[in-house]
């Protein structure tokens, strides 16, 4: 049998926006990609590696970003700073599922507050609808993570039940917040900030929880 190497896999697109680009991950963000994920906040509501390396930050970028890609699990692109091409977090559709997917973000800290997370999944959303004609959303968020349900609603999404052990978070079971958005609702940016927080993402804080369903009222 001849030997047979590894199917190369897919570039993310570069899809511009006015703000921000999602594009392919690359090394030299890996600095960044390490700030992010050993950010107090993101590792209170993200499966990484508590003390996250620049090796997990590789094998992120070589093999578990382009295996998705690969096998058409997860569509993970870099957000980055249309002025100077930095890395401001990661956003990404997972779970597919026909003609559904799981929408994930991850804004670091620094980019936090400046609408960076709204922009992003804005564009995530137009490729996820125009691009690959998914006809529903969903956005899953921690209980107790308010900035990702309150970023979830300002798109657009509406709020669907609260899953009693939906998912874990190493090794331990959590309550996940579960939210979806059709094809054709509107979305609704609101004010220029935002909590960077998503189904991946790291929290805000407001300083009241929210009710189920209910965003926060506090500006994040």
């Known amino acids: 049998m001849p030997e047979t190497s ?12 006015p703000t921000v680009r999602l594009r392919a991950l690359r090394e030299d963000d890996v600095p960044a990609l390490v700030e992010n994920c050993r950010d107090e906040a993101t590792r ?10 620049p090796d997990d930050a590789l094998t ?9 890609w690969r096998d058409g699990t997860n569509h993970v692109f870099a957000v980055a700073d249309t002025d100077d091409d930095a890395l401001l977090g990661t956003v990404g559709l997972h779970a597919f599922r026909a003609t559904t997917a799981d929408v994930g973000i991850n804004i670091g800290p620094a980019a936090r507050g ?3 997370g709204t922009a992003a999944c804005l564009l995530l959303i ?5 691009g690959l004609g998914m006809r529903t959303l969903y956005w899953q968020a921690y209980v107790g993570n308010h900035a990702s349900l309150a970023l979830a609603r300002r798109l657009g999404f509406t709020f669907r039940a609260e899953l009693p052990d939906f998912a874990s978070l190493r090794g331990d ?11 054709g609702d509107g979305a609704d940016p609101g004010a220029a900030g935002d909590g960077g927080a998503a189904g991946d993402g790291a929290d805000g804080g407001p300083a009241r929880p929210a ?10």
């Open 126 to 130: 137009d490729y996820a609808v125009e």
């Open 6 to 17: 590894p199917r190369p896999a897919p570039v993310a697109p570069l899809i511009e926006g």
């Open 60 to 68: 992120y970028l070589h093999h578990t970003v382009p295996d998705g």
């Open 173 to 183: 079971p959590v309550d996940v917040w579960l939210l979806s958005l059709r094809a």
């Open 114 to 116: 400046r609408g960076i």
């Open 211 to 220: 009710a189920p369903g209910e965003a926060p009222r506090e500006k994040l």
């Open 44 to 53: 209170r509501f993200v499966p990484v590696p508590l003390d996250y390396t």
